[in-house]
């Protein structure tokens, strides 16, 4: 599943190619992944330009002229193609956007979970999907500690799965989860209530850090996920203990199992019992 890091490579991607283009026309071919009505999400866009890219969490916002936000949410396999040719032959692209270069931003997503809104630039950050979005590490240089501790502390949840919870910290997906808590030295599966305001700032501290790192390596290719035009991760060689069996710490071996289904690995000697 693409994460923060991935999300901002594909925008910093995207970003190069279709900054300053308009969209001439819009191809949907699987209406349910627009979540706005058909003929406003049309209206909205047709005819309207990109003027900036922007991120928050895991959304991606495209700003268009005349005040309207494209939001796309690529949930577990979403990608963007940009290419010169429409080739229609490939059923996993739902959405097309045509551009005034001749060229076409195609939306491939293979489970077809992924998202799309359109939001008036006034109400972008007060409608759903982006109220939804917690603090975002890389995006927000300040942020309120004890407001975070709080939404923590509220859940009655092992920690990594409060993590995972978007509207606390945004952007966290299963790889960075587990790489953040090995480097906070927490256990994952720690009750989310008797997290103190000390791990949290490390949980913070160590999310900025690991999450920086990953955007400037392009993020982790692990399986199927690679941004548009294939542009292939690094990440993946700096991984501590996602997918690893050795502690690099104390050489102990790796625990991996399930925490609400999600493959989890620690090490029980450095994050603790
Ligand atoms: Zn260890």
């Given at each position: 599943m693409p994460e923060l890091a991935e999300v901002e490579t594909v925008r910093r991607t995207l970003e190069k190619e279709i900054i300053g283009e308009v969209i001439t026309d819009v191809i949907i071919r699987y209406p349910k992944m627009i979540e706005s009505d058909i003929d406003d999400f049309k209206n909205s866009i047709i005819n309207h330009k990109i003027l900036e890219l922007k991120r928050r969490g895991k959304l991606l916002i495209f700003m268009l002229s005349d005040d309207k936000c494209l939001l796309s949410h690529l949930r577990m396999e979403g990608k963007y193609f940009y290419e010169p040719n429409l080739n229609l032959d490939n059923k996993h692209v739902h959405v097309i956007f045509k551009l005034s270069n001749g060229y076409n931003l195609m939306y491939q997503d293979v489970r077809k979970f992924g998202r799309m809104w359109i939001r008036d630039e006034k109400d972008l950050y007060e409608t759903k999907p982006v109220t939804e979005i917690g603090y975002d590490p890389i995006l927000d240089k300040e942020y309120d500690i004890n407001a975070i501790y709080k939404k923590i502390k509220n859940k009655k949840l092992e920690i990594k799965s409060s993590l995972l919870d978007q509207s606390i910290i945004a952007g966290l997906g299963n790889i960075y989860v587990d790489e953040v808590l090995f480097s906070a030295r927490i256990n994952p599966h720690k009750e989310s209530s008797k997290i103190s305001i000390d791990e949290v700032r490390r949980i913070i501290d160590e999310s900025i850090r690991i999450l920086t790192m990953a955007i400037k390596y392009k993020g982790t290719t692990i399986k199927t996920f690679t941004s548009s035009?294939?542009?292939?991760?690094?990440?993946q060689r700096f991984l501590?203990?996602?997918?690893?069996?050795?502690?690099?710490?104390?050489n102990s071996k790796l625990i991996c199992d399930k925490i609400k289904g999600r493959t989890t690995y620690y090490c029980s000697k450095c994050q603790g019992e």
């Open positions: 035009h294939g542009v292939t991760g690094e990440y501590q203990v996602h997918t690893k069996t050795i502690c690099p710490c104390c």
